[in-house]
């Protein structure tokens, strides 16, 4: 499935999508890239599955398209 | 009522039947309160103003500097060093005479937040760091109103509606239900010097007075329950759908006293709040004034020693986020257990997740103060 990265969360991971294969769940997700990316630990992270802001570990399929982004301050 | 300038002067909006009279006679007699004169607010506030909003309240203690000029297209370098919301306000005025300004140069405080906003409908934040997001969100919750949020970051920016109620409709999502809760030290290393791509926050702000404009005249489709993504370098534009969620606004103060004393501003740059401590002898003090002191005992209710002396409030550690709204913020709230290990965590993420700042952890617990008053 594809991973959008957003604002900071993309100079962590280094680049603004990523593809990953195989993970059940949201919450494995967010393990794996903190896993990969322990510098994540330090934002909030916010996750759209479709384009829809998930508040609850969600089940995901290959075809789902999985936004993650940190909350921005500058005005 | 319109006179012959306005109609003249409004005649594009006129023109189109989604507006017509009707329309802008709404946009003339709204009032709307941008907070924040600068990146974002300076477009918000040149929209408005030549769009007709009648009344429009500008927020900002800020003096204008060199390196604003990029992007806060309102200033000049003559103005370097004067007030940003009165320097706006003598511009505006320029442009569109038929609008009423109102300056609010002091800094926005959980003191006067309340009275400030109470006067307008619709808020609109321009406001560059985090301590006055959530201050703001948590005022336009507490004050059902509709806040327009606009925010960036580098080359990349957000926009939505937050609160906003749609007669028949649910209220809309607040910015907690995006973000419970407000990001630690490290994320945001000091939001002031960040580097932005000038044109940015002119995109952001257009789009949030357009929002502004479409709630005043009850055309089209605003934000609300979505947030748009706008990143400039590539014009991808993503729309996300967000849900209001009961669990996050929690979060808020229940009341405009309560809400006069929460605490904001631990973040960016300021130094976190640190726990507070009481000793034995010290609660034995307190409790000679019982009613200033909320005593929250966060064991199971099987634990041992049962406590007499000052029973209150038992919440045991893992169901504190469901019963939080049963915590004073007003009383001193002493938090034990039974040697002061739970107590502190819980009060460290009470602090961080919902800005409790009337929290005191008991040291050493139970322990400590059968120990230092020979009591059981």
Same mark, same amino acid.
């Given at each position: ?8 969360? %993309?100079?962590?991971? *280094? ?5 990953i294969?195989?993970? %059940? ?22 996750? %759209? ?7 609850q570990?969600?089940q ?5 398209e999985? %936004?993650?982004l940190?909350?921005?301050? *500058?005005g | ?7 003249v002067?409004?005649?594009r909006?006129?023109l189109?039947? @989604?507006i017509? !009279?009707?329309?802008?006679e709404?946009?003339?007699n ?18 408005? +103003?030549?769009g ?14 060199a ?6 297209v ?10 940003k919301?009165e +320097?706006a306000a003598?511009k505006l ?5 038929? &609008?009423?300004?109102? &300056?609010?140069t $002091?800094?926005? !405080? !959980?003191?006067?937040a309340?009275e400030?906003? #109470? $006067?307008y409908?619709i808020?609109?934040?321009?406001t560059d760091?985090?301590?006055?997001r959530?201050?703001v ?6 004050? #059902? ?14 926009v939505?509606?937050? #609160? ?5 409709q649910?209220?809309? =999502? +607040? ?7 407000p ?5 945001t =290393? #000091? ?15 257009t ?9 005043i ?8 329950g ?7 370098? !590539?014009?991808?534009?993503?729309t996300l759908?967000?849900?209001?969620t ?13 809400f006069?004393?929460a605490d ?7 130094v976190?709040?640190?726990?507070k401590?009481?000793?034995?002898? $010290? ?5 000679? @004034?019982k009613?200033?002191l909320?005593?929250l ?6 634990e041992? =020693?049962?406590?007499?002396d ?5 919440? =045991?550690f ?7 709204? /049963?915590?004073?913020?007003t /009383?001193?709230?002493? &938090?034990?257990?039974?040697s ?5 965590r819980?009060? @460290?993420?009470l ?6 700042n009337n929290?005191?952890h ?10 230092g008053?020979?009591?059981?």
């Amino acid at each position: 499935m594809q991973l959008k990265f957003f604002g900071k969360l %993309a100079e962590v991971t *280094g680049k603004p999508t990523m593809e990953i294969t195989s993970i %059940a769940d949201t919450d494995s997700l967010l393990n794996k890239l903190l896993q990969d990316f322990p510098k994540l630990k330090e934002y909030n992270i916010l996750i %759209a599955v479709d384009k829809k802001i998930v508040k609850q570990n969600q089940q995901l399929e290959s075809h789902n398209e999985v %936004a993650l982004l940190p909350p921005f301050a *500058g005005g | 009522m319109l006179d012959k300038n306005e109609l003249v002067r409004y005649s594009r909006h006129i023109l189109l039947s @989604e507006i017509g !009279t009707a329309g802008q006679e709404k946009l003339k007699n709204a009032k709307v309160l941008v907070i924040g004169a600068g990146g974002l607010g300076c477009p918000v506030l040149l929209y408005l +103003t030549a769009g007709g909003v009648g009344e429009i309240g500008i927020v900002d203690f800020d003096k204008i500097d060199a390196s604003n000029l990029q992007r806060q297209v309102l200033y000049t370098v003559d103005d370097i060093g004067r007030l940003k919301a009165e +320097t706006a306000a003598a511009k505006l005025a320029q442009q569109n005479p038929y &609008v009423k300004f109102t &300056v609010f140069t $002091q800094q926005l !405080t !959980t003191q006067n937040a309340l009275e400030i906003i #109470n $006067q307008y409908a619709i808020i609109v934040d321009g406001t560059d760091n985090f301590s006055t997001r959530y201050m703001v969100n948590d005022a336009c919750v507490l004050l #059902n109103k509709p806040l327009v949020y606009g925010a960036i970051y580098r080359f990349e920016g957000q926009v939505s509606v937050f #609160n906003y109620k749609v007669e028949q409709q649910e209220q809309g =999502p +607040t910015y907690r239900c995006l973000f419970p809760v407000p990001p630690g030290l490290e994320s945001t =290393p #000091n939001c002031s010097e960040i580097g932005v791509l000038g044109v940015l926050p002119g995109m952001i702000g257009t789009m949030q007075a357009a929002e502004v404009i479409k709630m005043i005249t009850g055309i089209g489709t605003p934000l609300s329950g979505r947030l748009l993504l706008l990143n400039a370098l !590539t014009m991808d534009v993503n729309t996300l759908e967000i849900k209001r969620t009961c669990e996050t606004i929690k979060g808020v103060p229940t009341n405009a006293e309560e809400f006069r004393k929460a605490d904001y501003a631990f973040f960016c740059g300021d130094v976190p709040t640190a726990i507070k401590s009481i000793n034995a002898k $010290q609660l034995l003090v307190l409790l000679k @004034e019982k009613d200033k002191l909320q005593l929250l005992d966060v064991r199971n209710s099987d634990e041992e =020693p049962v406590i007499n002396d000052f029973f209150d409030l038992q919440i =045991p550690f893992g169901d504190l986020l469901d019963e939080v709204e /049963k915590l004073s913020r007003t /009383k001193q709230v002493v &938090v034990f257990c039974k040697s002061g290990m739970r107590s502190k965590r819980a009060i @460290e993420i009470l602090q961080k997740e919902f800005q409790f700042n009337n929290l005191y952890h008991l040291e050493e617990g139970l322990m400590g103060w059968i120990q230092g008053n020979q009591l059981t």
